[in-house]
């Protein structure tokens, strides 16, 4: 299948200090996506392609190369993202406390917080990409948690 990313990089120079969680999510979409996902930019003829994540000047930046040569760049506002970051940061700390307390009874009502606002974020991600980028959502999903790693602090 050539609609598909087959390497990713992040801009490590722009994220911060990584707790062994955020380090373990980002390997795991990095791994997933790299596995299965459904990518094509719109302005380019076929793939597969890599991508190059960054965050610039509160813009997101997809860095985009087609193993034809190609290149192309998609630059998003991230301002449409950062409350449902923050929210989903935020829910995701009360999940890794809660994994700790091994008598936690809230952990599920918890994970099912924490995926809700995944898929919000998953969501208004495709929304940006409409028109530039078509995903599915499975590959949405999967960035939205690298553009998170993206965004730590």
Known sequence: ?????????????SIGHRSMEAEHEKTVAIT????????????MKGGPYT??????????IF????????????VLPI??????I??????CESYYAALKDSKSHKLEAI???RRGIHNEGSEELQTLLK????VDFPTSRRLFTLICVLHIR
């Open 1 to 13: 299948m050539t609609n598909r990313i087959i390497a990713i990089t992040l801009d490590e120079g």
């Open 32 to 43: 997933d996506l790299l596995h299965e996902n459904s990518f094509q930019p719109h302005c």
């Open 51 to 60: 991508l190059h994540l960054s965050v610039s000047e509160g813009r997101l």
């Open 63 to 74: 860095d985009i190369a087609s193993d034809t040569g190609e290149k192309a760049k998609a």
């Open 79 to 84: 301002a449409p993202l950062r409350g449902v």
């Open 86 to 91: 923050r929210d989903y940061f935020m829910i």
């Open 111 to 113: 994970d099912m917080g």
């Open 131 to 134: 028109g530039r980028i078509t």
